[in-house]
């Protein structure tokens, strides 16, 4: 996923597979730079309470440390109803509905997930387990 671009692209190796437009974290509440790796998948799942408490189909849960908040966040990779294609959501990456799914189902837990700012730099990479550089989002 690129900041700049709203955009998540998916890789297997070198070659660009699959791209999503996403919709990050606004300002204020940005989505969190680093790396980390999918905890948990869930195929149906809620939004906090304080967020909302809605539905977030296909959610690939990632856990990182927000500077901002100085502590360790969950952050979800997930559907939803509305995506803007500007930063428009709290920490989360969001993808349109009928989009999610393709990603739930290529990532596994485990894989490897490294947010970064820019593109080419990269906002978002996921790297499957098991494979050299392996499958990504970026």
């Given at each position: 996923?690129?900041?700049?671009?709203?955009?998540?692209?998916?890789?297997?190796?070198?070659?660009?597979v699959?791209?999503?437009?996403?919709?990050?974290?606004?300002?204020?509440?940005?989505?969190?730079?680093?790396?980390?790796?999918?905890?948990?998948?869930?195929?149906?799942?809620?939004?906090?309470?304080?967020?909302?408490?809605?539905?977030?189909?296909?959610?690939l849960?990632?856990?990182?440390?927000?500077?901002?908040?100085?502590?360790?966040?969950?952050?979800?990779?997930?559907?939803?109803?509305?995506?803007?294609?500007?930063?428009?959501?709290?920490?989360?990456?969001?993808?349109?509905?009928?989009?999610?799914?393709?990603?739930?189902?290529?990532?596994?837990?485990?894989?490897?997930?490294?947010?970064?700012?820019?593109?080419?730099?990269?906002?978002?990479?996921?790297?499957?387990?098991?494979?050299?550089r392996?499958?990504?989002?970026?």
């Amino acid at each position: 996923v690129s900041l700049s671009d709203q955009m998540l692209y998916c890789f297997e190796g070198t070659e660009k597979v699959m791209e999503f437009q996403v919709s990050t974290g606004r300002k204020g509440i940005e989505t969190p730079v680093g790396e980390v790796r999918v905890q948990k998948k869930k195929r149906h799942n809620q939004a906090l309470p304080e967020l909302g408490g809605g539905s977030i189909p296909f959610s690939l849960q990632i856990y990182m440390y927000d500077p901002k908040m100085k502590k360790t966040r969950r952050l979800n990779i997930h559907e939803y109803k509305s995506v803007p294609d500007y930063p428009a959501w709290s920490r989360a990456v969001l993808m349109k509905i009928g989009t999610s799914h393709h990603v739930f189902h290529w990532a596994e837990v485990g894989t490897l997930v490294i947010i970064q700012e820019d593109w080419p730099d990269c906002l978002l990479w996921l790297y499957a387990p098991g494979a050299a550089r392996g499958n990504s989002l970026q």
